[in-house]
């Protein structure tokens, strides 16, 4: 295997070596540049209503990078899952940009152009080459199939555990260069490895990836080398076992892990055969393609039931294909096989291996997803890149290989092109919920669950529109008039147009017809008890409340929910069900935040300045604790701690409108009365019609007349 010094030459034979050094330079800065300019639209994206409320939006663990807050994200499952990597990449964001999606965004994007130059850094040190490595490096850099991972903020786990497990696999490639510290390189890649398991599962098979490298670049594995390869193989094995035993216990807590498919794992084998060649054929013509694919969704495949059992035999053909690639390039001791034919056995293996974690070995709820292929990519990439460095022709000197080098450069740019321009394109279905779940329902009109989260993304916009949400609803009941999913959504949006009773019909509806899980029945529960507490029904409502803890007593959103109807109705036990929700999930910040309202209430105002503290611990963003604590603390002469708890929550909630009422108070305190005015002003513009601000506005204006 080559230094880095080699592939300077073998990129630029007849080159200065100055000039050899400013090739090394920008070619990767190069493709670092293109896996910006793919996916910069991103960057004005929002967050959507797949995964990214749960994950960053009502996600209180993200909300702090305390010690504590650390111990827990990373000694304890957050949210069913243990990926503590993950969660702790979103608190990092959190602390940077707050809530802004552009932040987050921003990080994808980043960790998108470290996976890109990590491809290039590997094919560089595997090859000796600069030229596959740009190729390999600008090909993945833009392909859409990456959209999904890169695009969509809930994708973080895809981008930041590739970024790692390419770095592990680089310190390997790296530590068996000539020369080479072995030991140190080999802890190191180790443990990146482990940390990529620690953002999502899939990386198991670097093990896999470690034994192909040692087959094909290094020599003597067969006279016998591979004895003393095999601590390292064990060492790498034992790490993905560990990651895998993780993985398997917490995805089957949080019922990730289902029964098979299709009625059967044979059945569901069957269709994943098909899937491997349908991934192929997505590699090379990335189009149609979707944030969610509805194979699985029934009791029959989808697709073709010729395609899909003729599809054993495709992939059984383009198998034993690339074995015979395989063995081509691991085959002539005395004449060994052309670094490009190695390249590609190479990249062609990388695929096939790295695709096994999502075959449905182990049944799980996806089958078919975008996003399983963005580390199976690079492989892929790289067999397409040694395809062309084939037509560059490998160690022909440039002046009888000009007119093949043309055309593989010009081969290489038309690629690149193309699919950067359909990677921007296929971004902006990522623009929002509306045009994500547009799109969806655009190639697969048939998905129940593509209509129903469009239904969802419309009653939820900034501007609800309820009748398309509604026609929605309807055709997913057209779809599947026997499920209780499309009566579960009408019903909260009935809920949001404030037709209770609808509602609280429907979602009867849905419990009798039935539904995925008890996190949706414990969903309807909640859903009911607030339709009916706003048509004044308290005790229809606290029984569905009631009922919602039967499902899962587990869960604190019940608890508060009963606590806060207990405290209308000035019942005392509202504290005991506050306590109950905390005692459940300490962090659930409305609970402490209830506390801190009764003990105000109670003129215990020690005790409410504790319980707002802790439920900004547990949200920091949370603005109505900002706005009760501050207004103690000018109560009691503590305008200087007011103030900035007062800016934050504007910042945070601008349409908050007594965070602006006592901002303005604040301000007046502080003598500063053109920016009290402001903040009053800006309460008003919210509610226009709110005769309180009004008589303020109105009093202030006199009081301070002519600057006093």
């Known amino acids: ?61 993200i909300r702090g990078l305390t010690p504590e807050n650390l111990r827990r994200i990373w000694t304890k499952p957050v949210l069913e899952t243990y990926l503590p990597l993950r969660v702790t990449s979103y608190a990092v964001d959190y602390r940077l940009w707050g809530l802004d999606p552009k932040g987050f965004h921003l990080t994808n994007v980043i960790l998108h152009a470290v996976c890109a130059l990590l491809v290039f850094s590997i094919v560089a040190r595997l090859v000796g080459s600069l030229v596959p490595a740009f190729f390999a490096g600008a090909l993945f850099a833009v392909h859409p199939v990456h959209t999904e991972a890169v695009a969509w903020v809930s994708g973080r786990k895809d981008v930041l555990s590739t970024a790692l497990f390419l770095l592990a696999y680089l310190l390997y490639v790296r530590s068996i260069a000539p020369g080479a510290r072995r030991l140190p390189l080999i802890l190191a890649s180790l443990a990146f490895f482990m940390l990529s398991g620690l953002a999502k599962a899939m990386v198991v098979t670097l093990p896999l990836l470690v034994i192909l490298t040692d087959c094909l670049f290094c020599e003597g594995v067969a006279a016998g080398r591979w ?16 990651v895998t035993a993780i993985a398997v216990r917490f995805a089957a807590s949080a019922g990730a892990i289902r029964p098979y498919h299709f009625g059967g794992p044979a059945k569901t084998a069957v269709f994943m055969t098909w899937t491997v060649l349908y991934y192929v054929k997505t590699m090379l013509f990335p189009y149609a393609l979707s944030a969610r694919y509805p194979y699985g969704d029934t009791g029959d495949f989808g697709v073709s039931n010729a395609l899909v059992y003729a599809s054993p035999v495709v992939l059984l053909v383009v198998l034993a294909a690339s074995l015979w690639l395989f063995a081509r390039a691991r085959a002539g001791r005395k004449t060994p096989a052309p670094l490009s034919l190695k390249l590609s056995a190479f990249g062609v293996w990388w695929f096939f291996l790295t695709l096994l974690p999502v075959m449905n070995f182990v049944s799980i709820n996806v089958l078919v997803a975008d996003r399983y292929l963005y580390l199976p990519s690079a492989g ?35 690629f690149v092109a193309s699919d950067g321009v359909k990677t921007c394109a296929r971004n902006e279905v990522w623009r929002n919920s509306i045009s994500l779940w547009r799109s969806v329902v655009r190639e697969f009109p048939e998905s129940r669950k593509a209509r129903l989260q ?36 009408r019903g909260k949006i009935l809920s949001k147009m404030g037709r209770s009773e609808e509602a609280a019909a429907d979602f009867d509806r849905a419990r009798q017809l039935g539904l995925p899980g008890r996190a949706d029945m414990y969903d309807t529960y909640l859903s009911e008890s607030a339709a009916l507490e706003s048509a004044g029904k308290f005790d229809a409502a606290a029984a569905s409340l009631h009922k919602a803890v039967s499902v899962d007593p587990s869960r604190p959103q019940a608890y508060n929910n009963l606590g806060h109807l207990a405290q209308f109705r000035g019942n005392a036990a509202a504290e005991t069900l506050y306590r109950k929700a905390l005692a459940a999930d300490d962090r659930f910040a409305p609970a402490w935040y209830n ?19 802790k439920a900004l611990e547990a949200d920091p963003s949370f603005a109505e604790a900002m706005v009760n604590l501050a207004v103690i603390y000018l109560d009691t002469g503590r305008l200087a701690a007011a103030l900035p708890l007062l800016e934050t929550a504007v910042r945070v909630r601008p349409a908050l409108l007594p965070a602006h009422v006592s901002l303005a108070r604040a301000y007046a305190l502080a003598g500063d009365y053109d920016a009290a005015r402001k903040e009053l002003q800006a309460a008003l513009a919210i509610e226009p019609g709110n005769r309180m601000v009004k008589d303020l506005l109105e009093k202030f204006n006199a009081m301070t007349k002519g600057g006093h």
């Open 1 to 61: 295997m080559s230094d880095m010094s080699d592939s300077l030459k073998t990129a630029s034979a007849g080159d200065s070596p100055a000039a050899a050094r400013l090739t090394s330079l920008l070619l990767p800065l190069f493709v670092v540049f293109l896996s910006v300019a793919a996916y910069c639209n991103t960057l004005s994206m929002n967050f959507v209503n797949w995964d990214d409320h749960k994950l960053v939006l009502d996600n209180s663990y």
């Open 227 to 242: 004895k003393r390869l095999l601590p390292v193989w064990v060492a790498y094995f034992a790490a993905a076992a560990l």
């Open 380 to 414: 892929f990439l790289v067999a397409v890149a040694a395809v062309l460095w084939f037509l560059w022709r490998e160690g022909v000197p440039a002046e009888h290989a000009r007119v093949p080098r043309v055309a593989a450069a010009v081969l290489c740019a038309l």
């Open 454 to 489: 469009l239904a969802s993304a419309y009653a939820d916009a900034s501007k609800p529109d309820y009748e398309k949400a509604l026609a929605e609803v309807d055709a997913a009941l057209r779809l599947s008039p026997d499920s209780g999913e499309p009566y579960l959504v």
């Open 595 to 613: 506390l801190g309202v009764l003990a105000a209430q109670k003129r215990d105002f020690p005790a409410a300045v504790g319980y707002y503290m």
